[in-house]
């Protein structure tokens, strides 16, 4: 066990005898009302845990799936401690132990058969989504990985990213396979196993692109630091469709200009993970009337839609209640279109935004609706 907290000695440390300056950004926190759900609390049990004053059992392992993995604490944090990482060292400790939750090993049970979190045969779908002229040619410069949220939840924004990108002249690959999935969902979860399976696979087909695109920052940040860094990819650069459109809008005309009140919510793994954030409201300053608004909490400080870090299987009430929080927030502001760029955000949002009539939008489908 200790192996693999070992490289989280300080941050376990640290946490375990902090004043909580972090505790009212904790997402969970806020909806459990429990001091045992705050980062402090749950560092705390696994630091006990980890030197053997408590057993390290099923009690100890769903606090630690108590956790969204927004990192918004460490923006808080004096010590700039990212909690996560031990967590998702705990978790992989309770998969190994056997005491994770039992709907987490059902996960990833269930994954394997598949090669993806929806248990669907992606592949066949999206070619005929797509078309095969660009699912079934040889490599070319630039992939287009959908992300198997995209794909499940929203295979119309792939089918508007593929308008965009015809529009634009831009020749490109999309990958049509049933595991499209990045494998953040097992990394997340603690199945560490199946994961390395699932990277060895996944990473022959992505392999040997100038770029990789995606619509999905959880995609985006997981191959840069999963695949890409570790060498287990040979690719130029992987990028979010933000910071590649922003470049090309000078290549776009719009038919009309959007009109609503627009709110921008910022993803957490784009925003805090991946430092973008200018870069979608460049987007959408250049395709509405009057602008956007921001939430009263934005960029670094944005608070998350609940969908993260394996927090909607784990903790399916606590993901929901946490995303009805920036529905309640929305409302406040008046806003009439919540956009976002990240389809989890998307799902996670649009689900609570439908019991109150609320559109949710991805930023691509935006443009795609108003280019010309």
Not at 29 to 54: H, N, Q
Not at 142 to 150: E, K, P, R, W
Not at 189 to 200: D, P, S
Request: proline share 3%; glycine share 8%; with cysteine.
């Amino acid at each position: 066990m200790n192996d693999l907290l070992k490289k989280y000695e300080r941050e376990i440390e640290y946490c375990s005898y902090c004043p909580k300056l972090c505790r009212f950004s904790c997402p969970v926190a806020k909806v459990t009302c429990s001091e045992a759900s705050t980062p402090t609390g749950k560092m705390t049990i696994l630091k006990l845990a980890k030197d053997g004053v408590i057993e390290f059992n099923a009690e100890v392992a769903e606090l630690l799936y108590q956790c969204s993995g927004c990192i918004l604490s460490r923006t808080y944090c004096e010590h700039n401690i990212e909690v996560i990482g031990a967590f998702e060292a705990g978790r992989a400790i309770a998969v190994e132990k056997g005491v994770a939750p039992k709907r987490v090993l059902e996960f990833g049970t269930a994954f394997q058969k598949s090669g993806n979190p929806y248990g669907e045969s992606f592949g066949k779908n999206l070619t005929e989504l797509a078309g095969k002229s660009v699912c079934e040619k040889e490599k070319g410069r630039a992939l287009i990985f959908s992300g198997c949220t995209m794909a499940h939840y929203f295979p119309q924004t792939l089918k508007d990213l593929v308008r965009v990108l015809e529009h634009l002249n831009f020749s490109f690959n999309l990958l049509a396979e049933d595991d499209i999935c990045c494998g953040y969902p097992l990394f997340a979860l603690g199945l560490w196993k199946i994961l390395e399976e699932h990277k060895q696979r996944l990473a022959q087909k992505i392999t040997g692109y100038d770029q990789i695109i995606s619509v999905c920052p959880t995609c985006v940040w997981f191959l840069k630091t999963h695949y890409l860094k570790s060498g287990l990819i040979q690719v130029g650069e992987i990028r979010h469709t933000t910071e590649f459109i922003l470049e090309r809008l000078g290549q776009l005309k719009l038919r009309d200009k959007i009109s609503e009140r627009i709110v921008y919510h910022d993803p957490c793994h784009l925003g805090r993970y991946l430092g973008i954030y200018d870069q979608p409201r460049e987007i959408l300053k250049w395709m509405s009337v009057n602008g956007f608004k921001e939430f009263y909490e934005s960029r670094e400080r944005s608070e998350c839609c609940g969908g993260g870090g394996g927090l909607a299987l784990s903790h399916p009430r606590i993901a929901r209640e946490i995303s009805r929080h920036k529905i309640l927030q929305f409302q406040q502001l008046g806003g009439q279109i919540l956009a976002t760029a990240c389809p989890m955000c998307e799902r996670m949002l649009g689900r609570s935004g439908k019991e109150a009539g609320i559109k949710v939008r991805d930023l691509i489908s935006l443009l795609a609706e108003r280019i010309e």
